[in-house]
């Protein structure tokens, strides 16, 4: 499918009570950059709208209803995807939106709204780590990769939080080319040195995820469905799952290549 474009973009990304800002944030920083791209926040009515912890608030200059058919959506998530998911105004929104999109995308849990609305039904699909059941319950197949596309469904979900910048620069590849995406991202200057390598779940520990629980329930970030004991157990149990998996798949990759007299197998002293 040809998604490039020359005319002007037009870029909606909704806003709701206890939205994750980045989520929203990110992706704009990126978009705003070229030249052919206008993005506008939305929402259910104009003006402020708060994030998930109140410290920060953006102006929404638009309602859903005076953008029926944008040519991008980028749903932001946040604890506030909760209420969104029985939201009738919104998922129908999103149904008419889409059938005229040219990408419809998520970042974190606003691939539960995506979801809710029943756009993902069969698809993988991806969202913050901590919620990938939530996800499959609307018929999506959960997956830890960081950004997921289904371009001939014209959609694309990212995981968690900081994985939308990611996405958005793939959306400006995609809606323009190559060097528009990367002169984006020298624009920004993202080139990720983070001081830790624990960007993920499979990367993390127990101690890790247990301060995470701690501090996710004393700002009230997640659902209160989500209970600290299973929430750890799962957290737990899919950390272990992923470290198999990359452990099989570096195995795999060792296995395939050529050994040297004095190369020995990985599986040699097993």
Partial sequence: MDTRVSDTLQVVIPLFPKFTALD???PYEVLQRVPSIDVTFIGHRRGEVRSENAMLGIIVDGTFDEFPEPDIIVFPGGVGTRPL???DQVLEWVRHAHATTRLTTS???GSLVLG???LLEGLTATTHWSCYAELEAHGAVATPTRVVEHLDQRIITAAGVSSGIDMALRLVEILVDRT???AAQL???FDPQPPFD???LAKSDHVIVTRVIEYAQSRQWWSV???RDSLQRDSLQRDSLQRDSLQRDSLQRDAAKPLSPATTSPMASI
């Fill in 24 to 26: 929203g944030v990110g």
């Fill in 85 to 87: 998911e029985h939201d």
């Fill in 107 to 109: 970042v974190c849990t």
């Fill in 116 to 118: 809710a609305a029943g």
């Fill in 180 to 182: 528009a995406a990367q």
């Fill in 187 to 189: 624009m920004i200057e």
């Fill in 198 to 200: 624990c960007g993920s």
């Fill in 225 to 227: 469905s989500l209970q």
